[in-house]
């Protein structure tokens, strides 16, 4: 069964960066299209950044809230994704969780997610 597994999160005040990894066994990552999700305390989890499949090309997408802030990208050698948050908000403080981006249709088995929480 895949496993995802997420980190690099962490406490951070307002304008500062982090960055996050998910990895997985087996090439799952490198041919899916994959998204970062986040959920918020009280609020749904939500898809915040997502990378197209090898099929398409690779092509990303942000919600609007992130957009000009955050970068999806993805390492097939070593079969991770990454995002890359700039100029954090405290709004952005929520576990965030990778998995792949099917349309709503399925997922994968959520792994532990990432704690990123902002404030000063």
């Known amino acids: 069964q895949v496993q995802l597994v997420e980190s690099g999160g962490g406490l951070v005040q307002p304008g500062g960066s982090l960055r996050l990894s998910c990895s997985a066994s087996?090439?799952?990552?490198?041919?899916?299209?994959m998204g970062w999700y986040r959920q918020a305390p009280g609020k749904e989890r939500e898809l915040v950044a997502s990378i197209g499949g090898i099929a398409s090309g690779g092509g990303t997408g942000y919600v609007d809230s992130v957009k000009g802030r955050f970068t999806i990208s993805r390492d097939n050698a070593v079969n991770t994704v990454y995002l890359q948050m700039n100029s954090l908000k405290p709004e952005d403080t929520a576990v965030y969780y990778c998995n792949v981006n099917s349309g709503g249709r399925y997922y994968l088995p959520w792994g532990q997610g990432t704690q990123v929480t902002v404030s000063s």
């Open positions: 087996g090439s799952i990552i490198s041919i899916s299209a």
